[in-house]
């Protein structure tokens, strides 16, 4: 993986911090920003949980980082629940 620069626990931890910067906008943006995700049929509720274990078992983002992805998982199942 050196050989082409790809670094897994870097580009998961990039990944999350977009995630979390994003959930951080106003409240308008924010619920829109859920809905979305809760929209995306590429959104996988077990994959972001297994990635926030993951982030969180091997320290790689702060607990605030941890605490806000999960509050964000939160909101998306929420909006999921909501919907069906």
């Given at each position: ?8 626990r870097?580009?998961?931890?990039k990944i999350?911090?977009?995630f979390?910067r ?11 920003f ?9 959104y ?10 993951v982030?969180?078992?091997?320290g790689?983002?702060s ?6 992805l999960?509050?964000i998982?939160s ?10």
């Amino acid at each position: 993986m050196e050989r082409y620069a790809f670094n897994p626990r870097d580009l998961l931890l990039k990944i999350v911090t977009i995630f979390v910067r994003i959930s951080k906008g106003t409240g308008e943006e924010n619920r829109a920003f859920v809905v979305c995700l809760a929209a995306d049929p590429d959104y996988c509720q077990p994959t972001v949980e297994r990635a926030c274990r993951v982030i969180e078992g091997q320290g790689l983002a702060s607990e605030e980082t941890i605490q806000d992805l999960k509050k964000i998982m939160s909101e998306v199942f929420e909006v999921c629940v909501s919907i069906v």
